[in-house]
């Protein structure tokens, strides 16, 4: 196969930052332009995550051709629904994260405070490159928003003392930033993304800012994160989100695949209270389409596969004692069984478990 042939993954991102500084926001903002834009029949929802495909993003970033090229070779952007560093904290895999990527969400007007410090550290410790998302700029005083422009639009039709007001604030970051180790700058003004961390000013609110924020993510990843994003054929690697009981299907889990491909013929190995779980997939679930909404009394409709990156929920018997935060492997035969038991009893024993089986502590 050669180079240009490497078929890639959709990246997985996570929303990290301050409360209040408008996480949800900017994630709803994201997941709405999303279900607006796609072409008829893409699919945008997933089980705790959503998709953006790769389409949308084209279409979204289009008036900035010659500014970030748009040129997709990965399918979209999986964005992980619940911002946070607590969610952040289970999507452990071995030597790191699941994340491909995080935005940092920063209120502009309040510049970091003790949870965005938190989450730098956290990104830093597993290795996660990340964008800062400046966000609230309608806020500056003398704003005048135009819905969903583009930054480097929108900011050229502002008047010179709310440009230097958003440069003052910018700055303000980078001088943070700086204290904590990194080289930041405005994105329009670095040079080498892979020493300088892109501060991307946007709104939540009014979407400017928004083409540029999903541009970047979009470029920076299939161009830096290559090897990482192959997409492999081979069995599933997976993290367990959420364990629920769902009316009509029993125990659940909620998982978010980061490799391989899930088969419905597939035998599972996860992590439970009492130990090691080994179970057969009964169902791939993945959120109905709204028009058969009144056929599936559960609201889900059955794949038979899957490839990464994915959020699916699965049900399968002796889901009980599962486990939110375990890894989860396809083994469908000894060896790999085998395998799979060792590394989790492995990650069993490093992490403390809450005796709610809601998560890890
Ligand atoms: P989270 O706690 O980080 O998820 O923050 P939220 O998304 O809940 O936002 C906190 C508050 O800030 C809410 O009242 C939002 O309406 C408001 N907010 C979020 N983003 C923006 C923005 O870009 N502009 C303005 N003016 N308000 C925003």
Do not use: C
């Not at 500084?21 to 796609?38: E, F, N, Q, S």
């Not at 969610?87 to 949870?115: C, H, M, P, W, Y």
């Not at 083409?211 to 920076?220: C, K, V």
């Not at 009893?345 to 502590?361: A, C, D, M, Q, Y």
């Amino acid at each position: 196969m050669s180079k240009t042939e490497v078929r890639l993954r959709q990246p997985i991102v996570v929303v990290l930052g301050h409360v209040d500084h408008g996480k949800t926001t900017l994630l709803d903002k994201i997941r709405g332009t999303a279900v607006v834009k796609k072409e008829p029949g893409e699919m945008t929802q997933e089980v705790g995550a959503s998709f953006v495909p790769s389409s949308v993003i084209e279409k979204v970033a289009q008036p900035l051709k010659g500014i970030i090229p748009v040129k997709l070779e990965i399918p979209g952007l999986l964005f992980i629904d619940t911002p946070g560093h607590e969610l952040f904290s289970n999507l452990r895999r071995r030597g790191g994260s699941v994340a491909d990527i995080a935005i940092l969400v920063v209120d502009i007007t309040e510049g970091f405070q003790k949870q965005t410090i938190e989450s730098i550290e956290i990104l830093k410790d597993k290795k996660v490159p990340f964008l800062v998302a400046a966000n609230k700029i309608d806020r500056i005083p003398g704003w005048r928003p135009i819905e969903n422009e583009t930054f480097t639009k929108s900011f050229r039709s502002q008047s010179q003392s709310v440009q230097k007001a958003l440069d003052n604030y910018v700055y303000k970051l980078v001088m943070q930033l700086a204290e904590m180790g990194f080289n930041a700058e405005r994105f329009d003004r670095v040079r080498d993304f892979t020493r300088y961390v892109s501060i991307v000013p946007v709104s939540g609110k009014t979407g400017e800012g928004l083409p540029e924020l999903l541009a970047l993510l979009a470029g920076l990843t299939q161009q830096y994160l290559k090897t990482r994003l192959r997409a492999v054929e081979g069995p599933a690697k997976g993290v367990i989100l959420e364990v629920k009981e769902e009316q009509g299907l029993g125990h659940t889990i909620d998982v978010i695949i980061y490799d391989g491909i899930l088969r419905k013929s597939d035998t599972i190995v996860l992590g439970g209270i009492n130990g090691v779980i080994v179970t057969k997939i009964r169902n791939i679930l993945l959120p109905a389409p709204l028009q058969d909404m009144r056929m599936t009394r559960s609201g889900y409709r059955s794949i038979d596969e899957i490839s990464a990156a994915a959020g699916v929920k699965i049900s399968a018997p002796g889901l009980e004692e599962a486990l939110a935060g375990s890894p989860l492997y396809v083994a469908n035969d000894e060896a790999k069984l085998q395998e799979a038991r060792k590394l989790i009893e492995e990650e069993l024993s490093k992490v403390r478990f809450s005796k709610n089986s809601t998560g890890i502590v």
